[in-house]
């Protein structure tokens, strides 16, 4: 089984700052690797998909990068609606599809 | 658009079963696989299974294998779970998600549900 760990668990952030999210496999994904957002109350959101390629219809702002074992999830200045919590998700060498534990992103 | 309505949770008491349904429509249903993931309270997203788009091929996750099953009924655009022998820890809210990809097994999720709850409890 593939272990994403995603870093910092929690990020303390200020309007109009850079977010940079880490996800770490165990062991090489190539760039079978997503994004998804969720907040409180609701179901989570694809962001990136393929390291990447943004889904259909998130803003420019939300970028991913990275292959192998290393990849970033950056937002390039945050959104008041962007604090919420923020999972990778790996889909290389399945079954089992794997999903890191998660990083808050909240307001400073 | 593409919606997604979960249904059929509840609490039952351990060793019990429950049929979670899915009910899909905006997109053409039988051409994309899909997946159950379920979240339990407080913590982080778990993957439970998947099945083709036509049916033909499952997987489960280990801590399901054996005790949970995946169907889909694409005359009915619907997908299944059916889940027995209930541990407490199944507790979870649990999702359907769409892939992503027509006609292949692409397994990264584009459309959620918004999730029915499952309570295994004494």
């Known amino acids: 089984e593939i272990v994403l760990t995603q870093s910092p668990a929690t990020l303390s952030l200020s309007p109009g700052e850079r977010a940079t999210l880490s996800c770490r496999a165990s062991?090489?994904?190539?760039?079978?690797l997503a994004w998804y957002q969720q907040k409180p109350g609701q179901a989570p959101r694809l962001l990136i998909y393929?390291?990447?390629i943004r889904a259909t219809g998130i803003a420019a702002r939300f970028s991913g990068s990275g292959s192998g074992t290393d990849f970033t999830l950056t937002i390039s200045s945050v959104e008041p609606e962007d604090f919420a919590v923020y999972y990778c998700q790996q889909r290389s060498n399945w079954p089992p599809i794997t999903f890191g534990q998660g990083t808050r992103l909240e307001i400073k | 658009q593409v919606q997604l309505v979960e249904s059929g949770g509840g609490v039952v008491q351990p060793g019990g079963s429950l049929r979670l349904s899915c009910a899909a429509s905006?997109?053409?249903?039988?051409?994309?696989?899909m997946h159950w993931v379920r979240q339990a309270p407080g913590k982080g997203l778990e993957w439970v299974a998947f099945?083709?788009?036509?049916?033909?091929?499952?997987h489960y996750a280990d801590s399901v294998k054996g005790r949970f099953t995946i169907s889909r009924d694409n005359s009915k655009k619907t997908l299944y779970l059916q889940m027995h022998s209930l541990r407490v820890e199944d507790t979870a809210v649990y999702y359907c998600a769409k892939d992503l990809r027509y006609g292949s097994s692409w397994s990264h999720f584009d459309y959620w549900g918004q999730g029915t709850l499952v309570t295994v409890s004494s």
């Open positions: 099945i083709r788009y036509d049916g033909s091929n499952e």
């Open positions: 062991q090489s994904v190539s760039n079978y």
């Open positions: 905006g997109f053409t249903f039988s051409g994309y696989a």
């Open positions: 393929d390291a990447s």
